[in-house]
């Protein structure tokens, strides 16, 4: 009710998103969606944000004890005002067109006092259109630098890996119980290749459940010969 309808947006793979009723609700509106690959935060920026904001209210809860919700809502601010590498921009601007006023901001205007020219409302308007459209624009700008640059590290150490369809392969296990439970699950099988590095996997262990998985969380899966089973029996 507030943004309207999305022409693109990307999601994780929870059921809410991935629901016959969602995506015929996406089709209807014509919304192309994204999914992201299981837990694999680099590719899904609210996750990346809900990992900040965790460590903010670990923060306040030291600091503050019980009555940390009441300084929720200047945390969100913080979060919202603040400058992002990646885009060149806060939140606020990219979502707005310009930055929320903040109490650093009131006390400069508290001793500069600028005086404000008049415009007309159509003129706040176009004004307004063009500020948001330059702010965009530079910020699709600078995230592609910066994701270029952070490519090109990357690319450095990176050993490419690449699934034929049909592969056997290990799923890294990132949610453990104890610190002697098995890293690895599986096997499953890739079922396709939606990318370089995204594969779609079902899993046997999941009643054949598919999902979508990072190539940074698959190995190879090797089956062990039984003739070494058969020669540890004997041993025994």
């Known amino acids: 009710s507030r ?15 991935t629901s016959q009723l969602t995506a015929e609700f996406f089709e209807r509106f014509g919304i192309k ?3 992201s690959s299981v ?11 809900h990992r900040t904001l965790k460590r903010l ?23 919202r005002t603040v400058t992002h590498e990646s885009t060149g921009f806060s939140p606020a601007e990219l979502v707005h067109g310009k930055n929320l006023r903040t109490p650093e901001v009131l006390l400069y205007e508290h001793w500069v006092n600028p005086q404000e020219s008049e415009s007309t409302v159509t003129e706040y308007v176009f004004e307004l259109i063009n500020r948001m459209r330059r702010c965009q624009d530079l910020a699709v700008e600078r995230m592609t630098e910066v994701q270029v640059k952070r490519k090109a590290w990357y690319d450095k150490n990176a050993v490419l890996r690449k699934f034929q369809v049909g592969d056997q392969v290990l799923v890294l296990a990132t949610s ?10 599986g096997p499953g ?22 999902q979508i998985y990072h190539v940074n969380l698959l190995k190879p899966y090797h089956q062990r010969p039984e003739k070494i089973n058969l020669l540890i029996s004997e041993r025994k």
């Open 3 to 17: 943004m309207g309808f999305p022409r693109e947006i990307q999601c994780d793979n929870g059921t809410s998103f």
């Open 33 to 35: 969606v994204t999914h």
């Open 39 to 49: 837990h694999h935060p680099q590719s899904n920026p609210v996750e990346r944000f």
């Open 57 to 79: 209210l670990k923060v306040l809860c030291l600091q503050s004890g019980e009555d940390w919700e009441k300084n929720l809502p200047a945390t969100l601010l913080a979060l």
């Open 176 to 185: 453990k119980p104890n610190k002697m439970a098995v890293q690895w699950t």
């Open 189 to 210: 099988v890739i079922e396709s290749q939606l990318s370089d590095t995204n594969y779609i996997v079902k899993m046997a262990n999941k009643n054949d459940k598919t």
